[in-house]
């Protein structure tokens, strides 16, 4: 993927976090996966369209979820 000026790239469209830290240059940024492999491991793409293989162990979803209190629902209904 190409980064154009316009471009508008939402968190939906890369909905985890890659985390490991001794891959500095990459952890901490948002990314999707594009495919999944055998033995936990998938190809994962980041915004500036960098892909690499990895383990599903190293990411985390990057979407904050909505708690019960945050969305008005009653919890103990």
Known sequence: MLLRPGNM???QDFPYIYRWPQFPSRSGQHCRIVVCG???TCLVEFADGFRMITSVNLLRDGIPKLSSVQSGR????
């Open 38 to 40: 055998t033995m936990y």
């Open 74 to 77: 009653n919890p103990d209904a």
């Open 9 to 11: 790239i939402e968190a």
